[in-house]
């Protein structure tokens, strides 16, 4: 796989089913216009495959419970305001003209349709007059962003990476009458009706999920947001208007919330106390919520705090039969597991796997006897798979294109640190009989991992002429929560360890060489490449640190997440900050250093760069900052596909002077 590869990974959205009808929006990256195109397609349970919707960013299809309906999202790149963001449509199940029926400007969330069909809820972030392309009564203009009024903040939580300031935009939930919306006297250009604003901008709701015809559950901040908190609760908020009544008092962060056909509510969450919540598994909970009144009820865990970790990012639980589906990670997998609907904390053994073995699961869907799931494999960016009758079959195959570039496998590694502690992670490997320079790759985090997905980066480095490791060392995420939490308070001991162990692991391959090796990383990958390159310097012939924690003291007040997150990880001594700093052991590095950023970074903000960068080159160290304009700390995931395609061809050109493949 090269650089310009990337206009070939094909990842499927979260399916939509409801009997035979099954949709999906499927994303690609477009170079050339720098965007990524999404279009809905319709699966048939046979592997027919047709374009469904005739958009270019349509996304997020839901299915309505009487199967007449498909709501999603489209954005308009031809339009401007509003309509250029991404706004609900509706269109008949069978196809037809969309139907726009939300105008907000600043975009709409995905929807989510009433039980009895007729409505939609969403959530919509609502800008102060004056702000974001809103008119101010006052002047009666629309202000650019420099010209915009300053804002007051008195509170930590004021803004948040790859979105922006929170507190003059609060996410507010909407109900759309869909039935006025499709109404056959209604003009076809007609704006849309103005929706049912249900919550004030008091607090920033999520996750809706309809409790029955008359009311809507959200997520929001504890408390209705009266102050910092990291916890975060389930409300109920009548359709008809009313205040929002606590109906769920969480013990962590809900981060995915759903109901059921028969009204029980399931949703993952972790467990903390204060402010502490990094490195805690979620897990799939459950609550009993009354139609009626009455106080905030305590959930249930269902699976065990230790050894299930469920992921969020696969999407929220889904019931089906006598259980509940949720993805959990497993030692580099996203799996499917099955969780009956009376555990009690439940370990993962008890769990049935249903898909996701070697493989990322990074959605799914169910309805009556059939699941349908979205897997990526080492050889794919994702596909539909449809499990029915305890047989999973492939209905896609997307990746096609990407695997005639050249696809190269994972190879597993497993050992032991220093401390006899087991090391767990993957080499990929060239093709041809080396010696081949090796790149070690640290993940981010750290409370993340490596998994069997299709990973572009490795991928790409591996076809030009790189041996690439990917470590999973303590700290990461799927190994049990005690594996995750060994780090806090010692960044820089057993991780770095377990990483090297790893490079040692697969330097015992007799086509690697182990005389040009290079440390690479992002974001805590990041700081371990800066800490590795001071502390074990002699390993490495150059370094590339992307958007990483350089100084812990300027991150706790700069950092989106740095008021808790390095009180978390290092605490509050400024001494003891200053030693877990890479910047602090600058003068210790002495091997060829790049120092990569975004602009508009705000998870570890450009100052951590640009310190950096001064420190190394004070002390005559061969480095150079490279900064991409415009992006935030997802470049490498999410960002311009332009922006992509240029760090990767940085990438090679620095280690094509440094480790001559």
Known sequence: MRPADIEHI??????????????TGLSTPDPVRDSYRSSLRRVGFDGSDTLWSRGEADTAPAISPDGRWVAFLRASREDTGATARAQV????AGGGEAVRVTEFLLGSGEPVWSPDSTRIAVTARIPEPGRYGSTDPR???EPGAAAEAPRRITRFDYRVDDVGFLRDRPARLHVVDVAAALAPERPARARPAEPITLTDGLASVEHPAWLDDETVLVVAPRDWDVAESLHSDIYAIPVAGGSPREVVRSAGQVVRLAVDQAGNVWFLCNAFDGFAPVARNHGLWTADVPPGGGGPVVPRRLTDPESVACAPEAGPPVRFGDGVLVGVNNRGAVELRHVPADAETAPLGELALLAGDRGLVRSFAADVTTIVAVISTPHSAGELVLLRDGTATELTDWSKPLRGKGILPPEELSGQAGDGYPVHGWLVRPEGPGPHPVLLVVHGGPFAAYNWGLFDEAQVYAAAGYAVVLPNPRGSCGYGEKHARAIIGRLGTDDAA???ALLDLALEQSDLDGDRVGVMGGSYG?????????????????AWSERAVNAWDSFAGSSDIGWYFA???VGTDPEEQRARSPLTHADRIGIPFAVVHSEQDWRCPLEQAQRMFVALRSHGVETELLLFSGEGHELTRSGSPRHRLQRFEAVLHWWARHLRP
Do not use: C, K
């Open 10 to 23: 094909a990842v499927p959205s979260t399916p939509a089913l409801r009997g035979e009808l099954l949709l």
């Open 89 to 92: 449509h509706v269109m008949p």
């Open 139 to 141: 002047w009666d203009t």
């Open 498 to 500: 377990d990483v090297l």
């Open 526 to 542: 990041g700081f371990m490449t800066g800490w590795l390159a001071a502390h074990h310097g002699q390993r490495f012939r150059a």
């Open 567 to 569: 009180e978390n990880y």
